[in-house]
């Protein structure tokens, strides 16, 4: 779903989940009541399905607004599972109170169906898309040199030189992100600036501070106000562009990718649902028996999983996808209804990281899964990206062009692998000096991570080479990707001490499936051999 949904449009799609929901009831509790109608004798062998389908609804009943419900379900659930530990002459008694409880579970249903009641759960605010960037700066140099490289790539980047005109401002709108200076010729400290900085948080506005010294006082009072950054003079231009950049897609709902494993469809339709309205990227699992290839495919950033399903279970499943090398790291998060710390302990031990029990109120659930995506989005980067560009590391790219070969080669789709160079980048390092040829890269980064499809990966392969790794990508669309590329960036200008100049980059475009191509590794060979001509036919092209 995209950010963009108003609220009315998701008021629907809600409503029309629990109408679906509501329909699907009657059947439902008609599932569970076929033990009545069996002999104590015939019953046990009923018990499985019968745990089964409560559990479902133990969860399903408090999400779409049906708390008593989901009570009643809970507690056949419980007593199923009791019954079915209990010798044959134990049994009578306890299947009679289980009997007791399902009626009583059919007529809270015709009841809740008749009545039209539910119980109401909380909205969710489908995000607003904010990309402005606001500066509060006084030193004039600084203002341009920021300026210059925030526009270059797009950013709507508007100027304050003082609190007053900015907190004016701020009553009306607000940015995505606010980089300001800790101190000012005219006003002073920003941490004198309550209001503002009350503004700021009430209006979750993204706080970096900048400041030309660096203490545990200063970082305390940045950390009060939930600054997301505190950068240091001599400014690292580079680091604080791709800080915001990062930010900006934050900001604009780019917060991840959740892969859910729910058997229960509309369950999992909502969940979906939830997720999506806050930005959240989500695909619901087709096949348990393809989960592996669906995983590789959608790349997610957290999986969402529900601890009991008819087939295989959580653990089982947590279990398999840990067995692959590049999915040990893929945070799993247990939702379900079990209750029961030691069973719940029991299930993370299998592989899966932490439990949210359900029924869970919709808007909890979605800030629940946004601080554990934060969270995992932050050490996966730490670990996974370079520092200096924000893209992958030389490692994690060329795993993903083998991942990607691999499912070229199942799927029997093209795929296409582009190497990049910068032209004559010596140069910019010997005539403007190391910081500038920083600027230089990260300036390719970053029009790489805007230009470049969601399923797309960019990694900095090394120095000033990177790589791309385009899915789905015949190689007449990688070569058009890259000579779009290549226009952007020669266009690209850089202002050093008044002296412009701008650099270009050169090429080279392999793709799968080809004749002389059997693995991964011939697939990256060849386009950098593609590159190697580029350069010595002149360089700034694409071969």
């Known amino acids: 779903m995209s950010s963009s949904k108003s609220k009315v449009d998701l008021s629907s799609a809600f409503s029309a989940l629990r109408l679906r929901f509501e329909q699907t009831l009657p059947e439902r509790a008609a599932n569970l009541q076929v033990i009545l109608a069996a002999a104590d004798t015939e019953a046990a062998a009923l018990l499985p399905s019968v745990i089964n389908e409560a559990h479902k609804l133990a969860g399903a009943c408090g999400t779409f607004g049906f708390a008593t419900l989901g009570s009643l379900a809970r507690q056949i659930e419980q007593l199923a599972v009791a019954v079915q530990g ?76 003082d609190f007053d005109s900015c907190l004016r401002q701020l009553q009306q709108t607000a940015p995505a ?39 545990f006082e200063l970082r305390i009072k940045a950390a009060e106000y939930r600054a997301a950054a505190f950068f240091i003079s001599p400014l690292n231009i580079p680091d604080m562009v791709t ?31 939830v997720l999506s309205s806050m930005g959240i990227e989500t695909q619901v699992v087709g096949r348990i028996r393809n989960i592996i290839d669906e995983l590789t495919r959608f790349q997610p950033d957290l999986i969402l999983m529900d601890m009991y399903m008819p087939e ?36 993370m031990a299998h592989g899966a990281d932490d439990f949210i029990t359900k029924p869970i109120d919709d808007l909890q659930l979605a800030q629940a899964i946004k601080v554990r995506l934060a969270r995992s989005l932050q050490i996966k980067n730490l670990i996974e990206k370079d520092s200096l560009t924000a893209l992958i590391k030389h490692s ?46 990260t300036s390719l980064a970053t029009l790489l991570r805007k230009r470049i499809r969601k399923t797309d990966r960019a990694g900095r392969y090394g120095g000033e080479e990177f790589m791309l790794v385009l899915p789905e990508c015949p190689a007449e669309q990688a ?55 580029a350069k010595r036919a002149g360089r700034n092209q694409v071969c």
């Not at 980089?179 to 706080?207: I, P």
């Not at 915001?244 to 649902?273: N, Q, W």
């Open 312 to 347: 295989f279970s959580g653990a089982e499943v947590a279990g398999l996808i840990r067995q692959y090398k590049s999915l040990k790291r893929l945070p799993i998060v247990y939702l379900s209804s079990e209750t029961n710390k030691r069973l719940q302990i029991k299930a």
């Open 479 to 533: 070569r058009m990707l890259a000579n779009q590329l290549l226009t952007a960036f020669a266009t690209l200008q850089f202002n050093i001490n008044d002296r412009p100049f701008s650099c270009t980059f050169s090429a080279g475009v392999a793709s799968a499936p080809a004749n002389n191509i059997a693995s991964a590794a011939e697939l990256i060979n060849a386009a950098d051999e593609a590159l190697y001509r």
């Open 243 to 273: 800080s915001i950049g990062e930010m900006l897609e934050e900001s604009i709902g780019k917060t991840g990718r959740v892969f859910i494993v729910e058997d229960d469809k509309l369950l999992a339709e909502h969940y979906a649902l």
């Open 177 to 215: 992100v606010l980089f300001a200076d800790t101190e000012l010729k005219r006003g002073g400290s920003l941490f004198q600036q309550k209001l503002l900085l009350e503004s700021l948080v009430k209006r979750h506005a993204r706080l970096l501070v900048y400041s030309t010294t660096d203490s």
């Open 86 to 161: 209990k010798t044959s002459a134990e049994q009578l008694y306890s299947l009679s109170q289980l009997k007791h409880l399902l009626l009583e579970f059919d007529v809270a249903v015709s009841m809740a169906l008749q009545s039209g009641q539910h119980d109401t759960v909380a909205s969710i605010m489908p995000l607003a898309e904010n990309t402005s960037v606001w500066l509060l700066l006084d030193n004039q140099q600084l203002i341009a040199e920021l300026t210059g490289q925030l526009e270059a790539f797009g950013h709507n980047v508007t100027l304050f030189s």
């Open 396 to 441: 994690a790219i060329k795993e993903a062009a083998e991942l990607e070969y691999e499912r070229s080669e199942r799927s029997k789709k093209p795929m296409s692998v582009v190497m990049l160079d910068i032209d004559h980048f010596k140069k910019v390092n010997d005539s403007y000096g190391h910081a500038v040829g920083d600027l230089v890269i």
